[in-house]
């Protein structure tokens, strides 16, 4: 994306709002997972709590920081501190060998989180009026439908039907497309606490 690097503050802020609306956008991806384990595998709630309460705060401190521009410490140290708890939650999010319902709930979770991710992308370009390219509008479309998709095979599995082989040959492929950026995820999350302390003269 082109930020006009003129405005020193308007570019610092950019920077750790980004950071900001992808933990929140991770977050989002751990939600979405801990609720499918919830509805298709009876797991507990416990890690969906966690999550839950970390993913709220973290949309009200993007909330904030789109009225404020700027990031109070305490602000900081908290989404640090969640950008923490991702980070050990992430590190065996892509398992050896899942079955079915584990690669389900690893599509449907990345599909939200991406799409929480381009959605913020195209508000950080209405808010700090930059041109992002047209790939992120685009894409919304993309994420719609096959968020859509994915609530409709949860569905299914939660109440016991079969689904279509189609439909699990569908999972699969874009499984293994995730299961090879497992560095990129990591690589991101580390990204997370640079773009929070980011300043331009520092």
Do not use: C
């Amino acid at each position: 994306m082109n930020i006009n690097i003129g405005d020193p503050q308007k570019y610092e802020a950019s920077i750790q709002y980004n950071g900001i609306i992808l933990l929140a956008s991770y977050l989002q991806r751990l939600y979405v997972y801990e609720t499918i384990q919830v509805k298709i595998n009876n797991a507990t709630d416990e890690k969906l709590k966690k999550v839950k309460g970390m993913f709220e705060h973290s949309e009200m401190m993007v909330k904030i920081f789109e009225e404020t521009k700027s990031l109070m410490d305490g602000q900081r140290d908290k989404l640090k501190s969640f950008a923490g708890e991702v980070s050990l939650l992430m590190q065996d999010y892509i398992k050896d060998e899942p079955d079915f319902n584990e690669r389900l709930a690893i599509v449907g979770s990345t599909l939200y989180g991406e799409q929480m991710m381009n959605f913020g992308v195209i508000k950080l370009g209405h808010i700090f009026k930059q041109n992002v390219g047209k790939d992120f509008p685009t894409r919304a479309k993309f994420y719609e439908e096959r968020t859509k998709a994915v609530d409709l095979m949860v569905h299914l599995v939660a109440q016991g039907d079969t689904i279509e082989e189609g439909m699990q040959d569908l999972i699969d492929k874009w499984y293994v497309g995730i299961a090879a950026q497992k560095g990129g995820i990591l690589s991101d999350i580390r990204k997370i606490n640079e773009m929070l302390d980011y300043k331009l003269n520092q």
